[in-house]
């Protein structure tokens, strides 16, 4: 079992920068491909990033990639997504999640385990 909290959201304007933080409770961390997800109101929930247990496959939504790079620091028990020229398309609510053993994945439903979501706001 894991437990998650997201951090680091905020109002920026557009072309800023963000760094988000999802901390994870438990020992086995390690073991959990992470993922990072989000939903802007009215919308579906959107696949971001991913990446494995070990940190050695990440991959991005078409939406994100070259602007946003996903990593994890396994002694910390935390995942972290850098977004960077953001867009007021980016506003949204993120998620981060977990899904334990296996690569990293753009599934929703292969995640099991769910954060409370930080808010991210980029004006115009």
């Known amino acids: 079992q894991v437990q998650l909290v997201e951090s680091g959201g905020g109002l920026v304007q557009a072309g800023g920068s963000l760094r988000l933080s999802c901390a994870a409770s438990g020992r086995t961390f390690s073991r959990y491909a992470m993922g990072w997800f989000r939903q802007a109101p009215g919308k579906e929930r959107d696949y971001v990033a991913a990446i494995s247990w070990s940190g050695g496959m990440i991959t991005y939504a078409d939406s994100v990639k070259g602007r946003s790079t996903i990593s994890r620091d396994n002694a910390k028990n935390t995942v972290y997504l850098e977004m960077n020229s953001l867009k007021p398309e980016d506003t949204a609510v993120y998620f981060c999640?977990?899904?334990?053993?296996?690569?990293?994945?753009?599934?929703?439903?292969?995640?099991?385990?769910w954060g409370q979501g930080t808010q991210v706001t980029v004006s115009s």
């Open positions: 999640a977990a899904k334990l053993f296996g690569l990293a994945s753009d599934q929703l439903h292969e995640y099991a385990h």
